[in-house]
């Protein structure tokens, strides 16, 4: 495997039930985010992960729960998720090194929909 | 806020023609990217610019960075077919605290390609 892998591709899930995303990134980077794409709107950044400490939490609903078990994985546990939730879920790396570059190569995305 | 607004919204063409995408913004940047994302996949990056008035060509793609570092524009020349998809500019800034390199993303440009 090469790049960002994202596993499933397409979720569907009702309103009561657990599951989670996973990211996982094979370029030796030590940043890891998870973006939110919903149709029409901006990407919106959900969480990001700085060397395996969550640095960001973009006001973001107690229902999304992230995990970063190590530099090469991402998790986002998903409880009791509303419609307004479908979309698609990014998850991107990068080299926290030079922050000026800012350099992210996101993971092909998890569909998600919530009935 | 930061905001980045592109224009157009949607551009449909004719194959062999010339189009520029904008990405304009009140914020100043220290680095602007430029991603391409297609139906079902996550974006992917095509060039970041750093330096105030860089231009830089990937094939027949040109990117320009405004001397002020707050604006962007990509010219494709002789559109193709294959060029079709979400054209995403993102912004980043400097980030005095916390980890991780956060961008803004842009609105979107969404561009067809006809034969």
């Known amino acids: 495997e090469t790049g960002v892998t994202q596993t499933p591709r397409h979720l569907v899930m009702g309103m009561t039930n657990k599951k989670s995303l996973k990211c996982e990134q094979h370029l030796g980077h030590n940043a890891m985010y998870w973006y939110k794409q919903s149709a029409k709107k901006p990407l919106e950044l959900m969480f990001v992960?700085?060397?395996?400490?969550?640095?960001e939490n973009n006001s973001v609903p107690s229902r999304f729960s992230p995990e970063c078990p190590n530099s090469s994985h991402l998790f986002l546990h998903l409880h009791t998720l509303q419609p307004e939730d479908s979309a698609l879920y990014l998850c991107?790396?990068?080299?926290?090194?030079?922050?000026?570059?800012?350099?992210?190569?996101f993971g092909p995305g998890t569909r998600l929909t919530v009935l | 806020t930061q905001l980045l607004e592109q224009s157009p919204q949607f551009l449909s063409i004719q194959e062999g023609e010339n189009l520029t995408v904008y990405c304009n913004s009140s914020s100043v940047f220290s680095s602007l990217q430029w991603y391409r994302q297609e139906p079902g996949e996550g974006p992917v990056l095509l060039v970041t610019?750093?330096?105030?008035?860089e231009v830089k060509k990937l094939k027949r793609l040109t990117f320009q960075f405004g001397d002020a570092r707050k604006d962007s524009s990509l010219h494709i020349t002789a559109a193709q077919p294959g060029d079709t998809g979400l054209y995403l500019c993102a912004g980043a800034r400097r980030e005095l605290t916390g980890g991780g390199n956060k961008l803004t993303f842009g609105t979107g440009t969404q561009l067809k390609v006809e034969l």
């Open positions: 992960y700085s060397l395996e400490e969550r640095v």
């Open positions: 991107a790396s990068s080299q926290e090194q030079d922050r000026r570059y800012n350099e992210q190569f």
């Open positions: 610019v750093v330096t105030g008035g």
